[in-house]
C-alpha cells in the first residue's frame, strides 16, 4: 500500500497553521482555510493543484495580479545591493519612489511618510493631523473601515470595532453615508443624496465645535462597507466644508488606490484634492508590505524647524521601495488602469443583464474593478437576504453562497448580502465571464430567499 507523501504533507502544513497560527476576523475553531501553493495572473493553485479564479485581488490589493516577474526581478536586484538600513539614510529607492509618487498623486501632495501598511498610513495621518493643527476631532462615515491598529479602527464604523468599543480611542465622530440604495434621508435622486449627506455632515461638524475638529476622514471609494459610491457632488461639499473651518481632509486611498477605481486614485473620479493622502495595498500589490502617507507642503513645512512625531523602524525600506517603484512602472507600461475602466464597464453591462434572471439582485455598485453586488429577498422593500452584521444564525444565505463559491473554485468575499466583485487590473474579458458565472450560480441561492 503506498502513501500519498504529497497528501500528507499538504494536510500537515494545513494542521501547522492552525495549531500555531491565529487567522484574522475568525473565530479560530472549524476553519478550514484554501491551502496555496502557487499563483500566477488572476488565478491561485492549492497544493492538490485546484485552481481558484481571484476574483477579490485577496484583499482588493494584488492589482497587477499574481506572480508578476518584474517585480521579483527588482527584489532581488535591491537586496543584492542593500536589503536594510534605518530610516534616517538615503536610498536611492526611497528617493524615486517618493518622486514618483509626488508626480502621481494630486497636485496639492508633495512627500510621503512611508509605512509598512494602510493601518499605519491612516494611523498616523490621525496622530499628524492633531499635531499640525492643535485640535483633537476626527469625523468620519459609520460605513467606513480604515484599518484594524486603535486609531484606525476607532474611525471607521465597520462593526469589527464593536469588541474593542470601550477602549476605543476618544473624539471620533461619525455620520451617515450618502448611500443612495438605502437613503437614510430617503433621497429621490443621486444627487439630492449626495447634498442631504452633506448638509447632515455640516451640521455634525457645527454641532461638534470645528474649531475642535482637526480632520475629516474619507475613503477615496468605498470599499468593504459596501462599495458606496459618492454622488458626484459630495467630495466636493466636503471640501468646502473643511475650507471654511480650517479642517484637514483625509483621503484613504489604501483600498481604492493604484488604478482600482479606473483612474490612479478614487479621488481622481471627484476633482477634489486632499491635504493628506494614505495608500498601501496596490502600491506594492501585496508582493511586499509598503504603505505611505502623502502631505502637502503646508503641513510638511509646519515640521522644518521642530522634529516630525512620527517614526517606523522599517519606513522607507529599501526593498519595499523597490518593489513598489516596480509595480507602478507595471500599471503605466502594461495599461492597467485603461483596463480596469474598461473591464469594469464590461462588468456593469454584464451585471445588469444578470438581473433580468435573479430577482435577488437589487443593486449593483461598480466604480473601475471595485464592484459589489447587493443582494435582496424583494426589491420592492429591499430586505437583505442577510443582515448587516447578521449573527450567526441569520448567517443561513451566505454560508451557502460562500461554500458554493469556494468549491466552483474562485476566491471573492461573501460578506452579509455583498458579493464582492474586485478582480485583478489584468484580468481579461474571459475570465471576467468565467468569474461572473461563478457568481452567477451562488446568486442563484440567494434567489431561493426571495418573497
Excluded at 464604523?157 to 437613503?183: K, L, S, T
Excluded at 511586499?288 to 503646508?298: E, I, Q
Excluded at 512620527?310 to 495599461?335: K, R
Excluded at 454584464?350 to 443593486?363: A, C, L, Y
Aim: net charge negative; charged share 20%.
Amino acid at each position: 500500500m503506498s502513501i500519498d507523501t504529497n497528501a500528507d504533507s499538504a494536510s500537515q502544513i494545513v494542521k501547522d497553521c492552525l495549531d500555531y497560527t491565529l487567522f484574522s476576523w475568525s473565530k479560530q475553531g472549524g476553519l478550514n482555510p484554501i491551502n496555496a501553493k502557487r499563483a500566477e495572473g488572476v488565478y491561485v493553485y492549492d497544493q492538490d493543484g485546484k485552481r481558484y479564479i481571484d476574483f477579490s485581488s485577496q484583499l482588493m490589493n494584488v492589482n497587477i495580479g499574481h506572480g508578476h516577474e518584474k517585480v521579483k526581478a527588482a527584489v532581488i536586484k535591491q537586496m543584492d545591493e542593500l536589503s536594510f538600513v534605518y530610516p534616517g539614510m538615503a536610498t536611492e529607492a526611497r528617493a524615486a519612489l517618493g518622486k514618483k509618487l509626488a508626480q502621481i498623486t494630486p497636485a496639492r501632495l508633495t512627500k510621503s511618510f512611508f509605512t509598512l501598511g494602510g493601518a499605519e498610513a491612516v494611523e498616523n495621518s490621525i496622530k499628524l493631523a492633531r499635531a499640525v493643527t492643535g485640535r483633537h476631532k476626527i469625523v468620519s462615515l459609520y460605513r467606513s473601515y480604515h484599518g484594524a491598529t486603535y486609531g484606525a479602527m476607532s474611525a471607521g464604523g465597520d462593526p469589527r470595532r464593536f469588541g474593542m468599543d470601550q477602549q476605543a480611542v476618544p473624539n471620533h465622530v461619525r455620520v451617515e453615508n450618502p448611500y443612495f440604495y438605502r437613503c437614510p434621508w430617503n433621497s429621490t435622486t443621486l444627487e439630492e443624496c449626495g447634498d442631504n449627506a452633506a448638509d447632515a455632515l455640516e451640521r455634525v461638524v457645527k454641532f461638534e465645535n470645528p474649531n475642535a475638529i482637526a480632520a475629516i476622514l474619507l475613503e477615496g471609494e468605498s470599499g468593504s462597507s459596501g462599495c458606496i459610491k459618492y454622488p458626484p457632488n459630495y467630495w466636493k461639499r466636503v471640501r468646502d466644508i473643511c475650507d471654511e473651518h480650517g479642517i484637514l481632509l483625509i483621503d484613504d486611498e489604501v483600498m481604492s488606490g493604484f488604478g482600482r477605481t479606473g483612474k490612479m486614485f478614487g479621488i481622481d473620479h471627484h476633482g477634489v484634492e486632499p491635504d493628506m493622502m494614505c495608500m498601501a495595498k496596490g502600491l506594492t500589490s501585496g508582493y511586499l508590505p509598503l504603505g505611505a502617507l502623502m502631505v502637502s507642503d503646508k503641513i510638511a513645512n509646519a515640521y522644518a524647524e521642530q522634529a516630525l512625531p512620527l517614526g517606523l523602524t522599517y519606513s522607507a525600506h529599501p526593498v519595499s521601495c523597490a518593489s513598489a517603484l516596480a509595480t507602478i512602472e507595471i500599471y503605466e507600461e502594461e495599461n492597467l488602469i485603461e483596463n480596469a475602466a474598461k473591464m469594469g464597464q464590461y462588468i456593469e453591462q454584464q451585471v445588469e443583464s444578470m438581473k433580468e434572471r435573479h430577482p435577488s439582485i437589487g443593486d449593483f455598485r461598480n466604480t473601475g474593478l471595485l464592484g459589489c453586488i447587493e443582494l435582496v429577498k424583494n426589491r420592492e422593500t429591499k430586505e437583505p437576504v442577510t443582515p448587516w452584521n447578521a449573527s450567526p444564525d441569520q448567517m443561513e444565505a451566505t454560508s451557502r453562497m460562500a461554500a458554493k463559491i469556494r468549491e466552483l473554485g474562485m476566491f471573492t468575499f461573501v460578506r452579509w448580502n455583498w458579493i464582492f466583485v474586485a478582480p485583478p487590473l489584468n484580468i481579461t474579458q474571459s475570465e471576467v465571464d468565467e468569474g461572473l458565472e461563478i457568481i452567477s450560480q451562488a446568486i442563484s441561492i440567494a434567489d431561493e430567499y426571495c418573497v
